[in-house]
Nanobody, 116 residues
Framework: QVQLVESGGGLVQAGGSLRLSCAAS????????MGWYRQAPGKQRELVAA???????NYADSVKGRFTISRDNAKNTAYLQMNSLKPEDTAVYYC??????????WGQGTQVTVSS
């Protein structure tokens, strides 16, 4: 059984930075895609950033130039560096890994709150 554990959320002032981490544990053959999503109150969950196994990336327009996704395959870990945070970035952030032979797995979520 594969589990994802997130860390790094918290409260930060607008303009500040946070770094989220998501580590996978368990029986893992290959992680094809590592992604980050977020869900604000009353809104649908949306893709923030994703990275394929070859290093290709995809970002939501709202975070381009401010957020950076990276991955450490040896540690089965994804990171989301968030700079120049805005109050509208406030949400619960979830990681999602797509694993060969398993499919998509979600983390438990971590709260990010940006104060104005």
């Amino acid at each position: 059984q594969v589990q994802l554990v997130e860390s790094g959320g918290g409260l930060v002032q607008a303009g500040g930075s946070l770094r989220l981490s998501c580590a996978a544990s368990g029986s893992i053959f290959r992680i094809n895609v590592m992604g980050w999503y977020r869900q604000a109150p009353g809104k649908q969950r949306e893709l923030v950033a994703a990275m394929g196994s070859g290093g290709s990336t995809n970002y939501a327009d709202s975070v381009k130039g401010r957020f950076t996704i990276s991955r450490d395959n040896a540690k089965n870990t994804a990171y989301l560096q968030m700079n120049s945070l805005k109050p509208e970035d406030t949400a619960v952030y979830y990681c999602n890994f797509v694993l060969s032979g398993v499919g998509g797995i979600w983390g438990q979520g971590t709260q990010v709150t940006v104060s104005s």
